[in-house]
């Protein structure tokens, strides 16, 4: 269970790290590779999949929990 919170906050570290560079390329209008932006994207999409997975599974939980209690 330790080693899955550390990779859970590798993840956001290098997700937060990403966009950090993507955000300052852009404010200072530099040129992009194009794998940059693939793997930037790539990432995003992964990320925010992921919590959305993960509020949906708690929301079925907590329905779940609740029928049980009726």
Not at 37 to 57: A, H, W
Request: aromatic share 12%.
């Amino acid at each position: 269970m330790e080693e899955l919170k550390k990779l859970i906050d590798l993840k956001t570290i290098i997700t937060l790290l990403l966009t950090i560079v993507f955000v300052i390329l852009v404010v200072f209008q530099i040129p992009m590779p194009e794998f940059f932006i693939e793997i930037y994207r790539l990432l995003i999409v992964f990320y925010f999949g992921t919590q959305v997975q993960k509020t949906s599974d708690y929301i079925k939980n907590l329905k779940e929990n609740t029928d049980k209690q009726e």
